[in-house]
């Protein structure tokens, strides 16, 4: 279907290419005779053969063919017509069908291009056509005066000047006219085009007539043509300026054989010179103009293909963010129902267990879902510090406690060391700081199946220097593939994903926070000898004096007295556990299902506080708090905190630009969930408590 379909849209092409040489062939041939005849068969230019050997050079072998053979009958009907005997055509016919076949021949087998498209290709045809048609003409011109009964090498030199100036000049002429991609990069105006060859016609035949000693001024106009239409324009009004030239030079020295011959040559050499000089500066202006366009259709192409990567991105996004709604919003209730069950002091010690195996099977998904949200915040460049006033040894040692049942389960050993002063507080993100020990401690458990786990503190020399060491007895890392630990996705070889479990995200992570805290991680191990992370990085001191002047802002503590809180959510499990949670600190909790009974509560009665989910069906959060926000009450200026699984930075943003002034993310923490109602609280006032909604 390919080639059906190639042929079908070339062969139109080839044969309208086919014509326009049939013409061009004709029109050069009575050119050449009718000055001939004119002259009393004073060799000028000889054109015709050039336009056959263009012919048999771009077109296919048999269109090449039936050119050369229905050009011949033009050739014969033309001779014919103007009075030759039909001996003299028929030989000089032939033979010159035998010059055109086979110096075509000769340039296909010589490499010679069949394209103008630099300097090198253009001198390269000039040359090999020159050369071919100066020693083919020769044995022409030789056989022709043979059979008209005169000496051997009679006119040889006039026959094969015209011809070798006629295949020089027109033929890569042609070949550039017919050549399409000469057009790209210039954009030269109908009347601009009309124009420029009358111009180098005027300025041709006032010359030529004239005074020959000032043909240099045609550089001017066909240097113009160069600039403003590359190569084929100077291909036709070097041909315009040609054909006007000849004739004008005969009118003013007269036919008489030595007094034209020599001014005839010296037209055509400068025409030639004048074409080699105007066509290499159009190559290389062309080939300027379509590099231009090749960059602009690069750049094009990459915009675009930045546009696709930018929306496959934004795609993504959305995806992890839908995903992470959906699996936090029941984890939830999961993990929520699961922390209040087992405060319940009658429950059996094997139901413990069991519930314990499902809060830990729920934080274990509740982390992977947080990988993969903060491995989408690495990669978007997202990632904020919260800095808080933290002691390092407290944060080594909360690590520890938390990953110690592990250790214990498995009967591995857990120490701690400390150098320096490691309990001064210094300003770090709590949060961050313990997810990158917990990782590396985690890893250092789950990878030790004897000994145990050292971890390591040491503050100083410098004020502010902090050097973290989780060393293990465990499987170790080979060298070779040690440098590939911190990229995403990559753990030592494909088993261990099999036999220990983990997404590969955890220590890509680990190396993102650590540089955003400007430090640095790194691993030292040897195969089956244990392994040795550490972290090094730099914290401003933050004393209590600082802290109170505002250098990172405590935690504020948990309201002293029962408040009033509207509980927003349109999930009744959630609601269950929001008041649950809430009651569990003394607040009066009033629940509401969707924004618009939010609105109507929150219009309606007095609260010290409201917790908004944000997607609900009807009026949404983000809405509802823009309504609260609008009223002309005292209630317009109520605390919400959003409670969402939305925990992208856009969305924290979208919520807080809504006017919400707290966020708190899904899986609920009660620890986050205290602290958050206690900022929200912070100077509130007594008021009568508000009517229960549902």
């Known amino acids: ?44 230019i000889w054109t015709s053969n050039a336009i056959v050997i263009v012919a048999l050079m771009v077109l296919g072998r048999r269109q090449g063919v039936v050119f050369l053979l229905v050009s011949s009958l ?22 010159d069908d035998i010059q055109t076949f086979g110096t075509a021949v000769l340039l296909r087998r010589m490499g010679v291009p069949n394209r103008v498209r630099d300097p090198k290709s253009l001198l390269a045809l000039i040359a090999a056509s020159s050369l071919l048609t100066a020693a083919s003409s020769i ?30 000049l027109v033929l890569p002429m042609a070949l550039i006219m017919l050549d399409r991609r000469h057009r790209q990069g210039f954009h030269v105006g109908r009347l601009e085009a009309i124009l420029t060859p009358l111009m180098v016609l005027a300025f041709s035949a006032v010359i030529f007539t004239l005074d020959m000693d000032y043909r240099a001024l045609l550089f001017a106009p066909v240097m113009l043509a160069a600039f403003r239409g590359g190569p084929r324009a100077v291909a036709i009004v070097v041909t315009a300026s040609v054909a006007v030239a000849i004739p004008a030079v005969l009118h003013r020295t007269g036919v008489a054989m030595p007094s034209a011959l020599t001014p005839l040559r010296q037209v055509l050499i400068f025409h030639i010179v004048l074409y080699v000089v105007a066509i290499l500066a159009a190559l290389a202006i062309g080939r300027q103009a379509r590099l231009q366009a090749l ?59 069991r519930l314990d195996l499902v809060s830990r099977a729920g934080h274990s998904l509740a982390e992977i879902v947080g990988d993969l949200l903060d491995f989408a915040k690495v990669e978007a460049g997202r990632l904020d510090l919260s800095l808080t006033p933290t002691s390092p040894a407290a944060l080594l040692r909360d690590a520890m406690a938390i990953i110690a049942p592990e250790a214990a389960a498995k009967g591995l050993y857990l120490h701690t060391q400390f150098e320096g002063d490691v309990d001064a507080p210094l300003a770090l993100d709590e949060t961050r700081l313990r997810q990158v020990l917990l990782n590396l401690l985690a890893n250092a458990v789950k990878f030790t199946r004897d000994g145990g786990v050292v971890a390591r503190l040491t503050a100083g020399p410098s004020p502010g220097a902090l050097r973290f060491e989780i060393n293990d007895t465990g499987i170790g890392i080979a060298p070779e593939v040690q440098a590939r630990l911190f990229q995403r996705f990559s753990q030592a070889d494909s088993s261990i994903s099999r036999s220990y479990g983990g997404t590969g995200l955890g220590l890509a992570i680990s190396k993102a926070l650590v540089s955003a805290m400007n430090g640095e991680i790194g691993v030292e191990s040897q195969l089956d000898h244990g392994a040795r992370f550490w972290i090094t990085l730099t914290a401003k001191a933050c004393d209590p004096a600082a802290q109170a002047a505002g250098c990172c802002p405590a935690p504020e503590t948990a309201p002293e007295r029962a408040a009033r809180v509207l509980l927003v959510d349109d999930h009744p499990m959630n609601r269950e556990l929001g008041v649950a949670l809430l009651t569990l600190i003394g607040c009066e909790v009033a629940t509401a299902s969707d924004g ?37 009450s005292p209630a317009a200026t109520v605390p919400i905190i959003a409670l969402s699984a939305d925990v992208l930075p856009e969305q924290i943003a979208r919520c807080r630009a809504a006017g919400m002034d707290d966020h708190v993310p899904k899986p609920i923490r009660r620890e986050e969930l205290f602290a958050a109602v206690a900022r929200a609280l912070e100077g509130r006032s007594a008021e009568p408590a508000p009517q229960k909604i549902a």
């Not at 839908?322 to 929520?336: C, D, Q, V, Y």
Request: proline share 3%; glycine share 6%; aromatic share 6%.
């Open 74 to 95: 033009v050739h014969m009907a033309i001779e014919l017509a103007v009075g030759e005997p039909m001996r003299f055509v028929l030989t000089v016919t032939v033979l």
């Open 139 to 168: 044995v022409v011109s030789s056989l022709l005066a043979v059979s008209a009964g005169h000496h051997f090498l009679l006119g040889w030199s006039e026959w094969t000047t015209s011809n070798v100036m006629g295949v020089a």
């Open 1 to 44: 279907m390919t080639t059906s379909g190639s042929r079908t849209i070339g062969r139109p092409r080839n044969w309208n290419r086919f014509a326009v040489l049939l013409c061009a062939y004709a029109a050069s041939l009575a050119y050449s005779l009718v000055l001939a005849g004119a002259t009393h068969n004073i060799p000028t």
């Open 295 to 353: 960059l602009v259709r690069r750049s094009a192409v990459a915009r675009a293909a930045q546009a696709r990567a930018q929306a496959a991105n934004r795609a993504k996004s959305e995806f992890v963010a839908t995903i992470s709604h959906e699996i936090r919003t029941p984890l939830n209730s999961i993990l929520g129902f699961a922390t209040l069950v087992a405060d319940d002091p009658s429950l059996s010690s094997e139901n413990r267990r």
């Open 596 to 632: 618009a009974q939010a609105l109507e509560a929150v219009t309606a009665g007095s609260f010290d506080l409201v917790l908004m989910d944000v997607h609900m069906p009807g009026m949404d959060g983000l809405t509802a708090t823009r309504a609260i926000r609008a009223l002309s």
